[in-house]
């Protein structure tokens, strides 16, 4: 696939719905963050966020500017937005992180929440940093949680339940891995990118952590205001068809010098 430009991919996101316009309505948005704000812990994503977002309008400031939703708190129905720009701010921060993993050869985990979306984002990005000299984390067999099994597929751990590849929002899968790599002796990885309660459980346990989130769930945009997690990418995580993120993921790999 080519590179786009800048221009050429913003474009490219509005009209695939993945940035501007996206399909998550704002009534669910603002019911995220007030639960956020409320201390529901599911939607804090592994993150301890404590008392300090305990007002749900500064939950909506921070999304207003990370992520590009409406900072009008009397809008309360209706369309809501993610700006394409700092969708694309958020790549360039991620590949500068990726860049750097790539020159230091680091040992590299990638996880999703959301298969059905971003599996191929994480699947070409973990082949671009093998390519590259990374060592891509191979989880321990045999790990469970209360909702599935916990495995790797195309190097990107998953949650499985009942043949079928699952939709989560738990750190738990992140939790098992990250002690099953203790328990084993093996090293935690020096970079997690990943999703959900994935990015967020890793880097609470302290990891470099890049993630992918949605306008409604503000847990890792929070992280990386205040610096828990290092980049957080806002989009729509589950469009019409996967392949409308190749774009996306083609400008994110050239931009940290991963493109062959």
């Known amino acids: 696939m080519s590179i786009p430009s800048r221009a050429t991919l913003v474009e490219h996101l509005v009209r695939a719905r993945i940035a501007g316009d996206v399909a998550t309505p704002r009534d669910n948005n603002l019911d995220h963050y007030r639960r956020l704000a409320n201390g529901d812990r599911h939607y804090w994503l592994g993150l301890e966020l404590g008392d300090r977002w305990a007002d749900e309008q500064d939950v909506l400031a921070v999304m207003a500017e990370r992520c590009g939703v409406s900072d009008d708190p009397e809008h309360r129905h209706g369309q809501d937005t ?11 921060r991620m590949a500068a992180r ?14 999703t929440g959301h298969p059905g979306g971003l599996l191929d984002v994480h699947r070409a990005t973990a082949a671009a940093l093998r390519a590259a000299g990374c060592d891509i984390v191979v989880i321990p067999g045999g790990l469970r949680t209360s909702e599935g099994m916990v495995f790797q597929f195309a190097d990107v751990a998953m ?31 020096d ?31 929070i992280g990386e ?15 019409l068809d996967p392949r409308f993120y190749d774009p996306m993921t083609a400008y994110l790999l050239d931009a940290a010098g991963l493109t062959p």
């Open 159 to 189: 949650l499985e339940r009942g043949a079928t590849l699952w939709h989560t929002h738990s750190p738990e899968p992140m939790t098992v891995i990250l002690d099953g790599l203790e328990r084993e002796g093996s090293p935690l990885p």
């Open 191 to 221: 970079l997690v990118v990943a999703d959900h309660g994935w990015a967020g459980c890793a880097a609470q346990r302290g990891l470099d952590s890049l993630g992918y989130a949605d306008c409604n769930d503000p847990a890792l945009f």
């Open 225 to 239: 205001a205040e610096g828990t997690m290092q980049v957080t990418v806002p989009l729509d995580d589950h469009v």
């Open 82 to 92: 993610i700006d394409p720009e700092l969708t694309v701010d958020g790549l360039e």
């Open 98 to 111: 990726l860049r750097k993993a790539a020159e230091s050869q680091e040992r590299v985990l990638f996880a």
